[in-house]
């Protein structure tokens, strides 16, 4: 059965960091693109990185570049995002996913596996 669980979130003060984590199962990691998107209250989810199978390509939101950090571990099946100088407006429910292809899928409509979500709360 195939499975994506984040973890890592939680409430930090603005200028902080995080590290989630996106630990799968039930497919070869070693093959996949694995994205990372966010959804804030009131507003569309939306897509803030993604690592194709290599971990070699990576991009990034425009919102997000230069602060946070995709990688990957195919042994351990896991994707992190490194989040640092966080920012009030990076609150969001955070989300990993995968298409099951070696494409940074440009919809998150083509992005058909997806985790429970992760809450980050930038806040003082």
């Known amino acids: 059965q195939l499975q994506l669980v984040e973890s890592g979130g939680g409430l930090v003060q603005p200028g902080g960091s995080l590290r989630l984590s996106c630990k799968t199962s039930?497919?070869?990691?070693?093959?996949?693109?694995i994205g990372w998107f966010r959804q804030a209250p009131g507003k569309e989810r939306e897509g803030v990185s993604c690592?194709?199978?290599?971990?070699?390509?990576?991009n990034y939101a425009d919102s997000v570049k230069g602060r946070f950090t995709i990688s990957r571990d195919n042994a351990k099946n896991t994707v992190y995002l490194q989040m640092n100088s966080l920012k009030p407006e990076d609150t969001a429910v955070y989300y990993c996913?995968?298409?099951?292809?070696?494409?940074?899928?440009?919809?998150?409509?083509?992005?058909?596996?997806w985790g429970q979500g992760t809450q980050v709360t930038v806040s003082s």
């Open positions: 039930g497919f070869t990691l070693d093959y996949y693109a």
């Open positions: 690592t194709r199978s290599s971990g070699a390509t990576t």
């Open positions: 996913a995968t298409s099951l292809s070696n494409w940074c899928q440009d919809y998150v409509s083509q992005w058909g596996y």
